[in-house]
């Protein structure tokens, strides 16, 4: 970006319900940053976006967004399946990119993405946006200051009740659109979560099943792994189960630290002179923290931690999880 600018203009592809709450204001929000242009195919929905979050310009077509010199940066709120086309679209014309979650269908075309930015020099961002989330950050301090010691087991659980679907699927369950089903959609958080914190995963291996028969896709996940640091990880997710459960565990030498990826229950910390909780609020807009970070990236004024080469990272573990039977 300029060396002068004072603010980041986006442009938004994709403005729906996603956008509506997580999101979209968080551009509005975020210091030195602002919402110029929305897009989306039902130029109905675009236009009544735009006018209901004060946003003055609208599209129904990506190449006008992508094209108009007055959009700096460009925020891709789009299914999986179409992350890939829009993300290039936009290295080539130059907009540094910031992409929904999984950024893509799968890993290679995650890699195409990044090769695309890096040879137009734009970056590329990824809305893993609990990399930027109170209660994480605060994990990440306890690992660092030894609160439990060295690292020996990672344990996630989450299990889920099936959902029921009648007529046409919703797009998360269609992997044609999705590039899966919940546990793309959902696990990608947890695994990202555990890169962040942990650092890279490695030497994973894993098996996926229908086990409901609720959906074709997968419906049952579960692996194991290892991090940088030699720590183990086992990770089970069932989306047909008998109960809404959903909890990670860092287990260590000298103590625990048990929190969940999607609720707000405090953060627990377990060792030998007992039990601390650390209780966070979510934001209003839980993608503004992490939005802030790009910003403040592109600006010149700080460094974001959610990017394209960590991202692919996780894409990377979720085909292996279920690249077997």
């Known amino acids: 970006m300029e060396a002068s600018r004072s603010n980041i203009r986006w442009g938004i592809i994709g403005c729906g319900n996603v956008t509506e709450v997580k999101s979209g204001p968080g551009f509005q929000k975020a210091d030195g940053s602002e919402l110029l242009a929305v897009m989306r195919r039902n130029k109905e929905l675009a236009e009544d976006y735009a006018r209901r ?3 003055p310009r609208w599209y129904d077509d990506a190449r006008q967004l992508i094209e108009d010199p007055e959009v700096d940066a460009v925020y891709v709120a789009t299914p999986p399946e179409s992350h890939m086309r829009y993300v290039i679209d936009a290295a080539e014309a ?3 990119v910031y992409v929904e979650k999984p950024m893509a269908m799968n890993a290679s075309e995650c890699e195409r993405m990044i090769e695309s930015c890096r040879a137009a020099g734009v970056p590329l961002f990824v809305a893993y946006y609990r990399r930027a989330l109170p209660r994480f950050l605060h994990i990440r301090r306890l690992l660092a200051e030894g609160a439990i010691g060295d690292v020996r087991l ?3 659980l989450h299990s889920k009740k099936l959902t029921e679907q009648t007529g046409v699927l919703p797009w998360r369950l269609n992997p044609e659109i999705s590039g899966g089903g919940h546990f793309i959609d959902l696990a990608s958080h947890t695994l990202d979560v555990l890169d962040f914190l942990l650092g890279p995963i490695r030497d ?3 098996r996926k099943a229908n086990l409901g028969g609720g959906y074709e896709v997968e419906d049952t996940v579960s692996g194991s792994y290892s991090f940088e640091s030699g720590a183990q990880g086992v990770g089970q997710w069932c989306f047909c189960a008998y109960e809404n459960r959903e909890v990670n565990e860092i287990i260590g030498s000298k103590g625990k630290l048990t ?10 910390l ?3 002179q007992g039990v601390v909780e650390y209780p966070f609020d979510a934001p209003a807009h839980i993608q503004q923290p992490l939005i ?3 910003v403040n990236d592109l600006l010149g004024k700080g460094v974001c931690e959610s990017t394209g080469v960590t991202a692919v990272r996780t894409s990377r573990v979720m085909d292996a999880l279920t690249a077997g039977k």
């Open 94 to 96: 130059g907009k540094p």
């Open 259 to 268: 929190f969940s990826t999607f609720g707000h229950e405090p953060v627990r």
């Open 270 to 272: 377990t060792t030998e």
């Open 154 to 156: 990672v344990t996630t």
């Open 53 to 55: 979050h004060n946003v």
């Open 292 to 294: 802030q970070t790009i």
């Open 204 to 206: 994973v291996s894993g």
